[in-house]
């Protein structure tokens, strides 16, 4: 039903920017839950960020506090990932996820689990 696609992955040197787009069709990202999760080889899946579309509230992770920030678009279709002073740790395949509609504030929007619709990532690579 809703179809995701993640584009803007590429190679940086530690301390580089690059930004993310996560863009939907056959559905908009309207009371829903929009998530970006990432994956290293051999590790789990983790949660990054996520944004409640109808209002516009935000989470990160600790880990990119200061340094990521999401973003929404005002056609309901796309959201932004934008990653300054990159880190090595950061590197993995980045997805953006999307939950059902509407979605209640008493999910957990931390956990993959509560997320139905899965882009198929996009290599994010940072050296030093």
């Known amino acids: 039903q809703v179809q995701l696609v993640e584009s803007g992955g590429g190679s940086v040197q530690a301390g580089g920017s690059l930004r993310l787009s996560c863009t939907a069709s056959?559905?908009?990202?309207?009371?829903?839950?929009v998530g970006w999760f990432r994956q290293a080889p051999g590790k789990q899946r983790e949660f990054v960020s996520a944004?409640?579309?109808?209002?516009?509230?935000?989470y990160e992770t600790d880990s990119v506090k200061g340094r990521f920030t999401i973003s929404r678009d005002n056609a309901e279709t796309t959201t932004n990932l934008q990653m300054n002073s990159l880190k090595p740790e950061d590197t993995a395949v980045y997805y953006c996820?999307?939950?059902?509609?509407?979605?209640?504030?008493?999910?957990?929007?931390?956990?993959?689990?509560?997320?139905?619709?899965w882009g198929q990532g996009t290599q994010v690579t940072v050296s030093s």
């Open positions: 944004l409640r579309w109808s209002v516009g509230r935000t």
């Open positions: 996820a999307a939950t059902l509609a509407p979605f209640g504030g008493e999910r957990d929007v931390t956990h993959p689990t509560s997320y139905s619709y």
């Open positions: 056959g559905r908009t990202f309207a009371n829903r839950v």
